[in-house]
């Protein structure tokens, strides 16, 4: 019942913007009222699946340890996009920027692209799996290609023709998967847990061949390197929230058919080839992330390297395995809360500054005290300086890479240490410095601060204090590769 | 040999002499007449192999994918490109002799032993599966290859192609939910990167990929 929960708040959502048209607050609200469903089903889930390990409806959803913690993860991130987008869009229309007509589209494709995402957190099977990810990037098209600029289209299309290539990739090796595992499997429906079942009768060479589909597939869902770049362009084109949904939470739904058919391959060929892979597009992804943002001339493609930056140290943590397995866990939840944060607030210096441009944004803290003072937090929290969660999970998969490839890790640190330096170069430009022109001083509303503020406070919780369901849950999703 | 297996066998090989014939021609129209050559070849082998098995799911979605994609797609694509007036399909990175080579090259890829495991699978099928993977890796190229935007979408269409053919001679059957799920991704697929184009077309003047150079680091 909750996963239907999930499933179909959004699309009342959808059904209730369709006929109230034009009356713009009962389309905000039914968006936010969907969306603090989902959060609150999704807290549920992830409660039921601590007690009891998995959550299921019917044979066709279900929701594991891993999955659990990304469910909760997409409804934070969901619902803080969607009550900024309130504001955000209300500013933009109070400018002249969007029209009525845009702005309801905007919450109907946000719906969609959360329906979608949903969709593909609790199938069982992997088509359906394949065809959600495929909605997401669907849905997002016309989310990047919303200001109608030709940047905007520019980065829509690139979206569209490199993720669908990658996608169609992604389709050939769970077709090879699929072919390998129907002779032994009967059962019209297919599931990860019937192809894992019968894992241990698969042909390896074939299986090996198919992971590398996938990996490069959805590897490109992902934003790795090299396959990644559409993702900048993406990121940074699209409205904040969107990329705020984009990068904390579309870049986990990308990984877990990986991690899956990682846990599928390792029953077949062994640990140590998924691993390998992941170290190497893990390795490329953090040294290219590390250069290119030192050049950024854009704060949000900033945040869009950041982010490939992040799933790379995610990958190295499932490269590396052992600790690195739940330090990676760990990592997305920790990243995904700062970067959504960051976006949002983004989106701020946006609205002040009218431009993408670092040199154009200098004295951000007299003109926006509060946004600065969070943007500072949330560059501490993703250059991972301690005492944030995400240095601990860092410190982690270094470690775990210390144990198991001690000539790769020194790689990865120097890797680390040019992102600050390149961060914080960046950032303190934007933040400190004489104020330029007449702009007032000044938030634009409550709802286009409070939900950063929400996301960095649970951040900097969990970064104090874990509880023990999430806990719980790492630490069964850990032992789902310890099989 | 049997005649069903003929029929499958014409129809693959018409698969993967579409996807190589797109590398060739450079008229838009031209494309999209090779385009549904190919999708009615796919639908033909979906409709013969559900003929052959009694599977009524596999004849509906023989059905469908006619209708989306040899009846719909191309007419969707004929309006285009007559209302943008898009008749020329624009140049290639590589030229036609090394683009030939290249196709030459991929098709010797799948026969080598690199490929044989996947095509080992299926041994009543496997010189058929072998065109098959061709199919879909040259369609790649295309996608590569070509600077224009309107035959970036009909190689990732060629590419979709190639892998419902693969699939349908792997026997992997869905049940019909899914696989309709496909094709209704397909059909979105087709009308939001339709719109996309006339997008990209009233921004930039042109559908060439190289006038897009908007972003950069």
Sequence with gaps: MLILILLIAPAIATIITLIFRNNLKVIEYSALISAGTQLTAALLIANTVAGA?????????????????LILITSLVGFASVAYNIGYMREELKRGVLGQSRTRQSYILINLFLLAMFLGLTTTNPI?????????????????????????????????????????????????????ATPFIHSDFITWENILSVSSSL?????????????????TKVGLAPMHSWLPDAHSQAPSPISAILSGALLNIGLLPILRFKIITDNVVGQNFTQNLFIFF???????ASFA?????????????????HMAVVLLGFGFGGLGIYAGLLHMIYHSLAKSAMFLLSGNILLKFESEKIRNVVGAMGLLPKTSILFIIGFLALTGVPPFGLFLSEFYIILAGIQTHPWITPI?????????????????????????????????SKW???????LLSILIFFSLILPEQIQTLLKNAVLLFNQ | MDTNLQLLSIFQLTVFLCSVLMHILRKNSSLILIYLLQSLSVALMLLILGINQGSISLILVGMITALVKVIGAPIFFSRLINRQQLAISTTTYLN???TLGFILGLTALVQSYIFAPIISLFPQFQQLMAFSLSGILISLFLVINRRGVFSQLIGILSFENGLVAFSTLAGIEQILAVEIGVLFNILLWIVISSVLITLIYSHFGSLNTTEMNKLKD
Aim: glycine fraction near 6%.
């Design chain 1, 203 to 219: 042909n390896p060479d074939v299986i090996s061949m198919a992971f590398i589909f996938i990996l490069i597939g959805y590897g």
């Design chain 1, 448 to 454: 286009t601060v409070i939900p950063p503020l929400i």
């Design chain 1, 293 to 309: 943002i030192f050049r950024q001339a854009s704060y949000k493609r900033l945040l869009a390297y950041s982010s490939i930056e």
């Design chain 1, 282 to 288: 893990g390795v490329i992804s953090i040294v290219l």
């Design chain 1, 128 to 180: 359906i799996t394949w065809i959600s990810i495929e909605a997401t990037t669907l849905s997002t098209v016309f989310l990047i290609s919303f200001y109608n600029k030709p940047s905007a289209t520019e980065a829509a299309w690139k979206y569209l023709v490199i993720n669908s290539v990658g996608l169609m990739l992604a389709f050939l090796g769970t077709i090879i998967y699929l072919a390998c």
């Design chain 1, 412 to 444: 990865v640190v120097f890797a680390l240490a040019l992102i600050f330096f390149g961060f914080f170069k960046q950032i303190s430009t934007m933040m400190f410095g004489s104020m330029q022109g007449e702009e007032t001083r000044g938030e634009y």
């Design chain 2, 96 to 98: 036609t002799p090394i």
């Design chain 1, 53 to 69: 390990q998995s959550y299921s409806l019917l044979p066709y959803f279900q929701a594991d340890s891993l999955s659990a913690i």
